[in-house]
């Protein structure tokens, strides 16, 4: 054998499928490239007259093939502690207004998401009106704590103004597919929790589009929307296909928002936004009490 036919190694790779990919682009420019199982790990041999060529190539491949830099993400705003602690009050505010369902108040005759009256007499503002209501202080108290958590984020990552909209709609859409839903029951709810699980969709959307959960995979934002809808949303008193229609339309809602603003709107759009929101919610209490 001469000394151009002895072979040598060209690379170590610590896997057979790592080395049998770059024998095969030795192979592929007409050199003999041998894999074989070595003390350090997989070894990829040439003849020694091609050794050279052989590491040249390997190496040309690599910087070729390097993996994309993973995409820097823009931080997100600070949380909004001082509108989160404004809209917890509201609630706050507004169930000691109306008091709790047992008590009979007009109000939540006139304002309750009533499946049958939203669907037969189209009385679509009992979507947004419910969404202000609670039946007792547990349930203020448990959606004023999410909704600060998760509204909150969401208003961090959109904007105060556009998060509340975003969280309205969601609200809304959500008891309306509900109302939808049992149309032909005498179903009756109230509370903000579908603009809650409104949020969590929205967060979920932004997670898949802007890929801030790279290592879960594109399904992770779903996973983690589902696990929290299983955890907080199917409770015996829980009404689940609210929390489940909320979710969805948050969803729906946060993929073209997210595509659309990969950051905060300016400060005009928050407030044109924000004041959207309070006057869908007044004009909605206006028709109900009318």
């Known amino acids: 054998m001469s000394a151009a036919d002895e072979r040598e190694v060209v690379a170590v790779a610590p896997r057979q499928r790592r080395a049998d990919e770059w024998a095969l682009v030795l192979q592929a420019e007409g050199l003999d490239a041998a894999v074989r199982r070595g003390r350090e790990g997989w070894l990829v041999e040439t003849r020694r007259g091609d050794a050279a060529h052989a590491r040249a190539l390997l190496d040309a491949f690599e ?27 509201a609630l706050l505010w507004l169930f000691a207004w109306t008091g709790p369902r047992a008590g009979g108040s007009a ?17 679509w503002w009992r979507a947004l009106t419910a969404l202000t209501l609670h039946a007792d202080l547990g349930h203020v108290l448990g959606n004023v704590l ?16 556009v998060g509340a909209a975003l ?4 609200g809304a859409l959500g008891n309306l597919a509900n109302a939808f839903y049992h ?3 005498g179903h009756d ?17 932004d997670a898949l589009v802007a890929g801030r959960m790279p290592r879960g995979g594109r399904l992770a ?31 729906a809602l946060g993929v073209p928002a997210a595509r659309l603003l990969p950051a905060a709107p300016r400060l005009a759009w928050q407030a044109l936004a ?11 209490w206006t028709l109900a009490l009318r």
């Open 63 to 89: 910087r070729e093939n390097q993996p994309a830099p993973a995409r820097a993400l823009a931080p997100l705003p600070p949380f909004p502690l001082a509108s989160a602690a404004a809209a917890s009050i």
């Open 107 to 123: 109000w939540f005759a006139a304002g309750s998401a009533r499946a049958a009256r939203i669907v037969a007499l189209g009385e």
């Open 146 to 161: 999410a909704g600060s958590l998760f509204g909150g984020s969401a208003c961090a990552r959109f904007g105060t103004g």
């Open 167 to 170: 969280l309205v709609a969601a």
């Open 183 to 185: 149309r032909a029951s």
């Open 189 to 205: 709810s109230v509370g903000a929790s579908t603009a809650v699980f409104g949020a969590i969709g929205l967060l979920a959307a």
């Open 221 to 251: 934002p779903f996973g983690a929307a589902l696990g929290l809808l299983a955890m907080l949303g199917t409770s015996q008193r829980a009404d689940f296909g609210a929390h489940l229609f909320g979710l969805a339309a948050g969803f």
């Open 274 to 284: 924000g004041a959207a929101a309070a006057a869908a919610l007044t004009a909605a």
